[in-house]
């Protein structure tokens, strides 16, 4: 490799680890944003899986078909294999045999990238453009309206939850149909509360939860994105550091030789 080629890379290499870094700060703002928003969130979503756990005492999932299931991922890549994780998890449920004929609303892009090669005719429909910022209500409320949600009886949303700073895995939480929840004996039982308020809540409860899970998994690519970022930082500057090196070598080999010829040269001038 020539001086001028290596001379190139280091600076490739430098202009990289910019955009690296910028990437990387502008990750860790967005995480603190979301953070924040979390913060706000998370009882909406605790607060409707205690509800479920105390009134319903149901787990249905083995015992209906066809579930619709939520693939919460994102437009973006350059997050580590966060968005991979969840289509995996979505796979396996499709690979059911009692879930042939499932639907799958893929949230990003790229769970309808990874989705298309074998489970395309699954995909109900794909959102993307959305939570640019960070998810909002009124987003996940049209998301809902446009899945003919009530048509399902049981739904899976799987989305990636914060473990510790820094790590996430794959979560899912089931939720039901209203009318079917209606049926259910320990919420049947509530007779303090009307039907139509009972009603209320579950649609409102249901949609928090979807709202609950696009935020978390939001902020987990947030923290994968930016130690994604840090990781190329880092290596890139390695690289750079080699080639440095690298390019000293040759460069102080390359005047060695010129000094070695001019010497051999003037000897052979005074010599004469």
């Given at each position: 490799m020539s001086?001028?080629?290596?001379?190139?890379?280091?600076?490739?290499?430098?202009?990289?680890?910019?955009?690296?870094?910028?990437?990387?700060?502008?990750?860790?703002?967005?995480?603190?944003?979301?953070?924040?928003?979390?913060?706000?969130?998370r009882p909406f979503g605790h607060g409707t899986l205690s509800f479920y756990k105390q009134y319903t005492h149901i787990n249905m999932l083995d015992h209906i078909e066809n579930h619709l299931i939520f693939a919460i991922t994102?437009?973006?890549?350059?997050?580590?294999?966060?968005?991979?994780?969840?289509?995996?998890?979505?796979?396996?449920?499709?690979?059911?045999?009692?879930?042939?004929f499932a639907k799958v609303v893929c949230i990003g892009q790229k769970s309808e990238e990874l989705l298309t090669k074998s489970h395309k005719s699954n995909i109900l429909f794909t959102v993307s453009k959305i939570g640019k910022d960070n998810p909002t209500f009124l987003e996940?409320?049209?998301?809902?309206?446009?899945?003919?949600?009530?048509?399902?009886?049981?739904?899976?949303?799987?989305?990636?939850?914060?473990?510790?700073?820094?790590?996430?895995?794959?979560?899912?939480?089931?939720?039901?149909?209203?009318?079917?929840?209606l049926t259910v004996a320990?919420?049947?039982?509530?007779?303090?509360?009307?039907?139509?308020?009972?009603?209320?809540?579950?649609?409102?409860?249901?949609v928090s939860l979807l709202f609950f899970a696009m935020v978390e998994n939001t902020l987990c690519e947030h923290s994968a994105r930016m130690i994604a970022m840090d990781s190329a930082s880092k290596n890139v500057k390695s690289l750079?550091?080699?080639l440095s090196l690298e390019y000293n070598r040759k460069r102080q080999f390359k005047i060695t030789s010129d000094l070695i010829d001019i010497v051999s040269g003037s000897q052979v001038i005074t010599g004469k």
């Open positions: 001086l001028r080629t290596i001379q190139k890379s280091i600076q490739s290499f430098g202009n990289i680890k910019k955009i690296t870094s910028s990437m990387k700060l502008v990750s860790a703002a967005k995480l603190a944003k979301t953070e924040r928003l979390l913060k706000d969130v994102s437009d973006r890549g350059l997050c580590g294999g966060i968005h991979t994780a969840v289509v995996n998890k979505v796979k396996q449920e499709l690979n059911r045999p009692d879930q042939k996940v409320s049209k998301i809902f309206n446009e899945c003919n949600y009530s048509e399902f009886i049981a739904c899976q949303i799987f989305y990636n939850r914060v473990v510790t700073k820094g790590t996430s895995q794959v979560d899912w939480i089931s939720i039901y149909n209203t009318d079917f929840l320990h919420i049947a039982s509530l007779d303090e509360i009307d039907e139509e308020s009972m009603r209320s809540y579950i649609e409102f409860s249901t750079n550091e080699k």
